[in-house]
């Protein structure tokens, strides 16, 4: 059996994770994990989302620290970080995260027994994606998907939840969700009052067909 892999692998070796895809725009971007020498494009990145971005996201800042932050906890923790990146500009940019966590909380474990769902804290991840303000709403993150599934499935995932859940108000990131194979799970309360949707997809081979099939008819 192949071993599974490890975020130091991907941190050791960086470059053989990266994925790219061009845009029917013509842009060329490459998703990728996160590097330590990320901190000033990330910086950018998280200055540049607007409010609204901003509040349907789970960063805990927008500033310099926290991007350093993020760059620090690189192969450290659960926590594995991909940049999207526009590659095709004099100076790359980081137009996008997509952020994995290894490791479920009680709370997770909670509800979802609550909704009469096990989680596992083997094979199960949690995932939350932002893409800049630009690029949202092209179909980009749809295409994310697949190479980001693979590489959670190389992690040994068979199941993806929302990290956090998804604001019950957020129709675009809900209706991007449903479209890509996850199926809604419960309805909660988050810590600050907001109403929230857990919703949970399977990385079984028909779902990934699924989402195969919708990068295909783009
Ligand atoms: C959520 C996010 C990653 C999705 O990526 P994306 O590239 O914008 O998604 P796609 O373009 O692949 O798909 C979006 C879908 O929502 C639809 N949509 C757009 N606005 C919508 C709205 N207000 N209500 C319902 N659906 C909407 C689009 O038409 C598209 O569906 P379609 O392909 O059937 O036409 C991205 O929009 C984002 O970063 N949003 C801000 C942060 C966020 O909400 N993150 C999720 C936190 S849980």
Not at 9 to 29: C, K, S, V, W
Not at 54 to 61: A, D, P
Not at 87 to 116: C, P, Q, W
Not at 160 to 168: R, S
């Amino acid at each position: 059996m192949k071993p599974l892999l490890t975020l130091a692998d991907l941190a050791r070796n960086p470059a053989d994770f990266a994925t790219p895809l061009r845009m029917a725009t013509g842009e060329q971007i490459s998703l990728r994990p996160l590097i330590p020498s990320d901190g000033e494009r990330l910086t950018r990145f998280l200055m540049g989302l607007s409010p609204e971005s901003r509040r349907l996201s789970t960063f805990s800042g927008y500033d310099r620290a926290t991007a350093q932050a993020l760059c620090d906890a690189i192969a450290r923790y659960d926590k594995l970080r991909l940049a999207v990146v526009e590659t095709d500009k004099a100076e790359e940019s980081i137009v996008g995260l997509m952020e994995f966590s290894f490791d479920l909380t009680g709370g997770d474990l909670s509800r979802y027994a609550n909704y009469g769902i096990g989680l596992n804290q083997k094979s199960d991840c949690r995932f939350g994606p932002t893409l800049a303000d630009g690029w949202q709403n092209r179909g980009l993150g749809s295409r994310l998907l697949p190479p980001l599934w693979q590489i959670a499935r190389a992690f040994g995932r068979s199941r993806v939840i929302l990290w956090g859940g998804v604001l019950a108000d957020n129709s675009r990131a809900i209706r991007y969700y449903a479209k890509n194979g996850f199926h809604h799970a419960g309805r909660f309360v988050s810590g600050d009052g907001q109403e929230c949707c857990d919703m949970i997809l399977s990385l079984e081979t028909d779902t990934m067909d699924r989402a195969r099939t919708v990068e295909s008819i783009r």
